[in-house]
């Protein structure tokens, strides 16, 4: 029996019978209700993201900080709450849910995760980091990672003119 790849959904890989419930239960800790880690381990902020998209079963779409996260920006808190776009309204600790309407073009695929583009991703961050300092911060980290123009954030808010916050962005 090899390392399971994790995060993991422990109902999955039990199904499959990847791993006894047991094994899972001592080599293991759940991070969200149902989605395993080592126990021990510390989450990067991707992994915690990736976490966060298992725990609603593959629906929702990871947004702000998480995405960016998971666009290769750098510096992304790990100890932050993951962001996801999702119609729950109870989310389990560590989990941020936005209900923000999406649009297809906004909605891109990274290593098979629904993940928010870089440019909807900069509208985000924008709106919702509290200082200006830290919010260029965040999105001077994402530009370097994914070139977008402020062109490209602009499109966004375009599509979006009656979102909240647009002052702070």
């Not at 729950?88 to 849910?97: E, Y």
């Not at 999105?139 to 994914?146: G, M, P, Y």
Request: hydrophobic share 45%; glycine share 4%.
């Amino acid at each position: 029996m090899g390392e399971l790849d994790w995060p993991f959904l422990g109902a999955e890989a039990l199904a499959c019978k990847a791993i006894p419930e047991r094994a899972m239960r001592s080599l293991y800790e759940a991070v969200y209700p149902g989605v395993y880690v080592p126990w021990g381990v510390e989450l990067t902020a991707s992994q915690r993201a990736r976490a966060a998209w298992l725990w609603s079963r593959r629906r929702a779409v990871v947004t702000g900080q998480s995405a960016a996260a998971l666009l290769g920006a750098k510096w992304v808190d790990p100890l932050a709450p993951a962001e996801l776009a999702y119609r729950n309204r109870r989310p389990p600790a560590q989990i941020t849910v936005h209900t923000d309407r999406l649009l297809d073009a906004e909605v891109l695929a990274v290593d098979s995760i629904s993940v928010t583009s870089p440019a909807r991703t900069a509208f985000d961050i924008g709106r919702r980091t509290t200082t200006r300092l830290q919010a260029l911060q965040r999105l001077d980290a994402l530009t370097n990672a994914t070139d977008i123009k402020p062109s490209d954030v602009e499109a966004v808010i375009a599509e979006h003119s009656g979102a909240r916050s647009l002052l702070r962005l």
